[in-house]
C-alpha cells in the first residue's frame, strides 16, 4: 500500500497537467459584458515548463516536466432572465515529456492524447443586463458582479492499467463569484470560488480509488484600455486546498498553499480577428508544480452568423 501511495502521489503531482492548469487559471476580463447571440472560436497554445515541489511528501528528486497544452474553444452569449450570460466549451490536447528520479533511478515519459474537455457557464447579476448590439454601443461598464460555474469532464484520455493518463477520469467542479469595476481606461477583476472533485473509482492499477479535498481559489487582475480591444493586464492569483488521498489515506503534506503572477496583452488584428499573449510564473508554492507558462491564442469573433 506504501509504494502504490507514493505512486499514486507522484502521477497525480508529477504527471497530470490538467491539475495544475484547473488551480493557476489567470483569465483576466471572464465577466466581460458582449452583445447577446456573440460568437468567438478561439485556437490557443499553451508551453508549461518547470519542476514540482513535494514538501518532503514524497522521495523523488529533480522532478521536472514540459508540456504544451493546444485548445480549441467556442464562446457563445446568451440572456437569462433579462441578464447577460454566456457559455464557453473548450477541448484541449495534452503533449509533453516528463521526468523525476525516485532512490537514484531516473523516470522519463512521453504522453500524447486528448485532455479533459471543459465547460464554463457565467451568468450576470449586477450591471450587465442582456442586450443587442443596438442597446450594447451605448453601454458602459461601471460595476458587474456574476457567478459563473465551471466543469471539468472525464472525456479526456484514460486507461486504468496506465500509471499516468491526460485525463483525471473523474468530474470536477468550480462555482465562482464574479467582480468587475471599471474606471476610465482601467478595469479590476476579482474572482472568488473552491474546486469540488469526484473520486476516480479505477485509479492505477484499476481497482483503487483516488480522491482529493476541495481547493479553494483567488484571482485578481489590473488592466489598462489603450484604444478598443488593445489592452494589458497584470494577474495575479492563489489557491489552498486539495490534498490528495489514496485508498482514503490523506497526506497532510500534500495540502496546497500557492500563488501565481503574469501579465496579459490583448491585440485586436482585424474587426473580427484578435490575438492573446500572456506570461506567468509561479511566485510561491508550497506543495505542487513550479511553472513558467507563456501561452498565444488567435480569436475569430463575429454577431448572428459569421460574414
Known amino acids: 500500500m506504501q ?12 504527471l497530470s497537467p490538467l491539475r495544475v492548469l484547473r488551480a493557476q487559471d489567470l483569465t483576466p476580463r471572464a465577466y466581460v459584458i458582449t452583445p447577446t447571440h456573440s460568437n468567438a472560436v478561439t485556437l490557443s497554445y499553451s508551453f508549461f515548463s518547470g519542476s514540482i ?7 523523488i528528486n529533480d522532478a521536472r516536466g514540459k508540456y504544451s497544452i493546444p485548445n480549441f474553444s467556442y464562446y457563445h452569449s446568451f440572456g437569462i432572465f433579462g441578464r447577460s450570460a454566456n457559455i464557453v466549451a473548450s477541448l484541449p490536447y495534452g503533449v509533453g515529456n ?11 515519459l512521453y504522453r500524447s492524447g486528448l485532455t479533459d474537455s471543459i465547460y464554463r457557464l457565467s451568468v450576470n447579476l449586477k450591471g450587465g443586463p442582456a442586450m ?25 484520455q484514460y486507461d486504468p492499467k496506465k500509471l499516468i493518463n491526460w485525463g483525471a477520469n473523474r468530474w470536477s467542479f468550480k462555482p465562482e463569484l464574479g467582480y468587475s469595476q471599471r474606471w476610465g481606461k482601467w478595469v479590476l477583476d476579482g474572482y472568488a470560488g473552491a474546486w469540488f472533485f469526484t473520486t476516480n473509482h479505477h485509479f492505477f492499477p484499476g481497482k483503487l480509488t483516488n480522491s482529493q479535498k476541495p481547493m479553494v ?59 492573446k499573449f500572456g506570461y506567468s510564473s509561479s511566485t510561491y508554492i508550497r506543495f505542487g508544480g513550479k511553472y513558467q507558462t507563456v501561452s498565444v491564442a488567435w480569436q475569430y469573433g463575429w454577431l448572428g452568423r459569421p460574414n
Open 53 to 59: 515541489d513535494f514538501n518532503g511528501a514524497l522521495p
Open 132 to 156: 443587442p448590439p443596438k442597446e450594447f454601443v451605448k453601454w458602459h461598464q461601471k460595476m458587474l458582479l456574476g457567478v459563473g460555474l465551471k466543469v471539468i469532464a472525464p472525456t479526456g
Open 3 to 14: 509504494t502504490f501511495f507514493r505512486l499514486g502521489l507522484a502521477a497525480v503531482l508529477l
Open 217 to 275: 481559489a483567488f484571482e485578481g487582475h489590473l488592466s489598462h484600455d489603450f484604444k478598443p480591444r488593445l489592452w494589458v493586464s497584470l494577474d495575479g492569483n492563489l489557491w489552498y486546498g486539495g490534498s490528495t488521498s489514496l485508498e482514503g489515506i490523506e497526506n497532510p503534506l500534500t495540502n496546497q498553499r500557492n500563488s501565481r503572477l503574469g501579465a496579459t496583452a490583448a491585440v485586436p488584428v482585424s474587426k473580427h480577428q484578435s490575438l
Open 98 to 108: 516528463f521526468r523525476g528520479t525516485e532512490s537514484g533511478v531516473e523516470r522519463n
